[in-house]
């Protein structure tokens, strides 16, 4: 995911959790949409340098 991907969905879930009064929910799926993309950055490091070894 770019960081115009990942920006737009903090603000989307951001202004939703504004309306209905969930700021703990921001904060939460903020950490939980960091997390996936450190995972996912790493996996694909793994990929491309297994790829590149055969």
């Given at each position: 995911?770019?960081?115009?991907?990942?920006?737009?969905?903090?603000?989307?879930?951001?202004?939703?959790?504004?309306?209905?009064?969930?700021?703990?929910t921001v904060?939460?799926?903020?950490?939980?949409?960091?997390?996936?993309?450190?995972?996912?950055?790493?996996?694909?490091?793994?990929?491309?340098?297994?790829?590149?070894?055969?």
């Amino acid at each position: 995911m770019n960081k115009t991907m990942f920006y737009f969905w903090i603000f989307a879930i951001a202004v939703i959790a504004f309306f209905t009064g969930e700021i703990a929910t921001v904060m939460m799926l903020y950490l939980i949409l960091i997390t996936l993309n450190a995972i996912h950055s790493t996996i694909k490091d793994f990929y491309d340098d297994w790829k590149n070894r055969y």
